[in-house]
């Protein structure tokens, strides 16, 4: 039993106890647009017009690393740029949505599969990303497996620059849009994994990738 399967069940005897069935009915599902529709909005932060700037920005400010091409056929060379540069293998695992892209001419050995022990570097793209905290935010699915940002210690994320939001959300309500239902996983990815358990020492890599370099896509 899968994760989504386990949510579904538990959820579903928690309704039997309330005496409902077992899935929402249409009513109970425009209750909740209605209410999400009409809910007033709590106090946010004034965000400048450029979100991209400010995504960049906020990004930094949070040991992400940036690049920029202007269409997603460049993003392979960016990367494989990055890889030499910063001396890291040129050999790497990525989500199965981003096979069309030219790796090998590039000169990079990319396997669309979940990531194993030994691979040290993931490439993802993202649904959107969020200008407010230089966030990225990933979905999981059949071929945007969670894992691949997640258990590398190098994380690569394209993100089109036509996919960055205000805030969370934005994020949040595109989601809903465009995806309905959540899906299993969403991540917020905000920098390399970090902690300051030891000494109050912020140290990186402690639950996660030691790096995230992300290739804002302004053509895209």
Known sequence: MNSSTARRNILARIRAAQGRAAQPSDAERE???????????????TLPDDLLERFCDEAQKMSTTIAAVDTLGEAPAAIQHYLVQAGLPTRAIAWQTLMDLPWHEAGLSVEFRPPEDGDLVGI??????????????????????????????????????SRIVAGHEEAFSLIRAEQGDLPRAVNFVSGPSRTGDI????????HGPYRVHVIVVRGA
């Open 199 to 206: 000494e109050q020492t912020i140290v990186l890599g402690a």
């Open 124 to 161: 993802t793209g993202c649904f959107c990303a969020t200008a407010e905290t230089g966030t990225l935010v990933l979905l999981s699915g059949p071929q945007t497996w969670a894992s691949a940002a997640l258990l590398p210690e190098t994380h690569l994320a394209l993100v089109p620059a």
């Open 31 to 45: 209750q909740v647009a209605d209410y999400l529709a009409r809910h007033p909005a709590g106090p946010r932060p």
